[in-house]
Nanobody, 124 residues
């Protein structure tokens, strides 16, 4: 049984940093992604990473500020978020696709397992 446990969200000031973590269990190899959903908006991809970590994607609005990474020895994926802005406020979800293919997955429908979400609130 696949299980994802997210942690690291919180309330911060603009310009601060946060690191989200997503610990996966019950899975051997997976591509990972971070999505977010703000009130009244659709869920959007923030970043994605292939199983090896060699292929990464960051959406334009976070590129240069956020970094997705992983520790495969611990089956954990991270999202380092720097220079946070109020528009980054959202519920952040970790998602995985069980695969041995080394590609970053960019669409919602490609992911089979989702975390419970962790709230990030950035105030100005």
């Amino acid at each position: 049984q696949v299980r994802l446990v997210e942690s690291g969200g919180g309330s911060v000031q603009a310009g601060d940093s946060l690191t989200l973590s997503c610990a996966a269990s019950g899975v051997l190899s997976f591509a990972a992604g971070w999505f977010r959903q703000a009130p009244g908006k659709e869920r959007e991809i923030v970043a994605a990473l292939s199983w090896s970590g060699r292929r990464a994607y960051h959406t334009d609005s976070v590129r240069g500020r956020f970094t997705i990474s992983r520790d495969n020895a611990k089956n954990t994926v991270f999202l380092q978020m720097n220079s946070l802005k109020p528009e980054d406020t959202a519920l952040y979800y970790c998602a995985i696709k069980q695969t041995w293919s080394d590609y970053a997955r960019l669409t919602f429908g490609e992911y089979s397992n989702w975390g419970q979400g962790t709230q990030v609130t950035v105030s100005s």
